[in-house]
């Protein structure tokens, strides 16, 4: 009996050692979650000095009311689609061209990475002086061909326009740099084969190649609308939201509500919203991505 215990005992010990670390991930990880989602059953102005008042739905209710919040998650649709959209395309086409290419190809590799190991808070503050109105170097190029310059960032034409290409020469290199390690996985000898049967490089493109490059790309889209969806810093760095509510996104609202007006359970109502908006969009990708497997 006492040698059984003992065998037992021995069996639990690395269950032991791991419950510490076990713990601590619940106290930060859980317990912020069930909280949050209690809070946003509830109306909790702090900046009032009023404790949290049981409303059931109510900040859901008014969220989706809101006009702001629908502003907020057009823009943000706006960041996914011509931001993610465009470093896709402009990543495949650097890629392709990596791809072909026999010298130098680690060098300006690197070099194109550069963009995306910079902290965002130099990304933020380069395009901030770059779309400066009246020493911006992209105004002076303007001037120099005797075009007018553009008020980028104080414009609400332009302003979200302005971040969307902040963000897409930061993040490009991503979408680059994984497209390029799939088309390297990809065997020469299937592009040999295509090329024997006198397929145009076209032809080799889009039915060898880019069907075997689904699951990455879709992989790698995935990543950047996730985190698109939270683009935060380069709004705050280049115009916070303005002018007026016109680059605006759904996380930057969130950070207002929350950070500004002290509106504890309308903001932890709408980051379940942006939750479940973003589960939503990961399980269509992966859903398409397990469909194309199982064929």
Known sequence: MKERHKVNWEKAMPFLFILPCVG??????IFPLIYSLWLSFNSWELAMGFPPEFIGVGNYIRLFLEPRFWNAMLNTGRVLLFGVGSQFLIGLAIAILLDRLIRGRTLITTLFLLPMVI???VVGCTWRQIYHYEYGP???????VNLSAIPWLSNPNF???SVIIGDTWEWTPFMMVVILAGLQSIPEELREAAAIDG???????????LPLLKPVIIVAILIRVMDAFKLFDLVVLLTQGGPGESSETITYYNYLVGF??????????????????IIVIANFFLRFLRERETR
Do not use: D, E, M
């Open 24 to 29: 601590i991930l619940l106290a930060i990880s």
């Open 119 to 121: 902290a965002p808070v």
């Open 138 to 144: 992209l105004n002076y190029i303007l001037r120099g």
């Open 159 to 161: 302003s979200l326009s």
């Open 199 to 209: 397929a145009s490089n076209w032809k080799i493109f889009t039915h060898v190649l």
């Open 260 to 277: 500004k007006h002290f509106s504890l359970g309308y903001a932890a109502a709408l980051s379940y919203i942006q939750l479940v908006v």
